[in-house]
């Protein structure tokens, strides 16, 4: 284990970034996704980002609940069955992998490529969804409340931006918290795979050498870290971790140490993402298609 930190009523906290180690402290019973809150300031404050993540009915959105919930299996389920017809949802988003290729290839789209990205995220659910720039503006909102400091935090939820944000998203998604996680957090590592494709491409002759597989090898990154808790103290990764300490899985550094272990979808395990296989397939579609379309 990496690094241990722990300052009495601060913060209690455990980075892990070897790729065996994530991989174990993932899988390990005594780490758990939700956060309870418990434990100091630093704990406190992250669970309270993460609560607002709610339906309005108050139910906790299915991405953040522990391995047993019930629920979470069943929306994983589904969601991982509903996103394994793999030719029918490309033929669905086609008009947006186009205008995806022409962006990498030529550098120019009619719409900016984040909107294109989040509309074919969306479509994987709703073949009708329509992104906006208030939409995506909306998504930045929450993925800026998810990863900036206390003080930013605090400014955009003073201000009403957060529950506006929330509420457009759940709109547009229809309610559904898969299509809202997806459209509002997730698509964000998308939308920077295809900026690093756009880069890639404008190298000289790497657009028409690379094939589709090794163009996702050189841009498709993990998520920079997510966060669990020992709710009751264990051992993790041969370590004695006390009860309410944060473990942050540093999943790109691990990633980098191990590119072909699949930390970027958590391959194999009770969390692997839903989208391990569509996600690829859009990438490679897009890379493909940038290869013969015409600038």
């Known amino acids: 284990m990496a690094i241990r930190i722990t300052i009495p009523g601060i913060i209690r906290l455990a980075w892990v970034t070897d790729p065996d180690e994530v991989v174990a402290a993932n899988d390990c019973g005594a780490v758990q996704r939700s956060l309870s809150g418990l434990g100091g300031l630093v704990q406190r404050s992250i ?38 017809h793999t030719r029918t949802l490309l033929k669905r988003v086609a008009p947006e992998t186009g205008a995806l290729a022409t962006y990498i290839r030529s550098g120019k789209s009619n719409r900016p490529p984040e909107i294109i990205v989040q509309q074919m995220v969306g479509r994987l659910f709703f073949p009708d969804y329509a992104a906006s720039e208030e939409s995506y503006d909306a998504a930045c909102t929450l993925q800026t409340w998810v990863s900036s400091g206390p003080i930013k935090s605090y400014l955009l939820k003073c201000c009403g931006k957060v529950q506006r944000a929330l509420d457009s998203i759940t709109a547009l998604s229809r309610g559904n918290t898969s299509c809202a996680h997806a459209t509002a957090i997730a698509m964000h590592n998308i939308v920077d795979t295809i900026e690093r494709m756009h880069r890639l491409a404008k190298t000289s002759g790497h657009l028409e050498r690379l094939s589709p597989q090794e163009a996702i090898a050189s841009t498709l990154r993990a998520p920079k870290q997510v966060v669990r808790e020992t709710r009751d103290g264990g051992r993790v990764c041969g370590k004695r971790l006390d009860a309410r300490t944060l473990v942050v899985l ?10 072909e272990g699949g930390i970027e979808f958590f391959a194999n395990g009770w969390n692997q993402c839903p989208a391990h296989a569509i996600v690829p397939a859009l990438l490679a579609e ?10």
Request: aromatic share 6%; proline share 7%.
């Open 286 to 295: 897009i890379w493909k298609r940038a290869k013969v379309v015409k600038a």
């Open 47 to 84: 669970a309270a980002k993460l609560a607002v993540f709610r339906t309005p009915e108050g139910d906790v959105w299915p991405a953040f609940r522990d391995r047993a919930d019930p629920l979470r299996m069943r929306s994983h389920d589904d969601l991982e069955e509903a996103l394994s």
């Open 250 to 259: 540093r999943l790109e550094t691990a990633r980098r140490q191990k590119p």
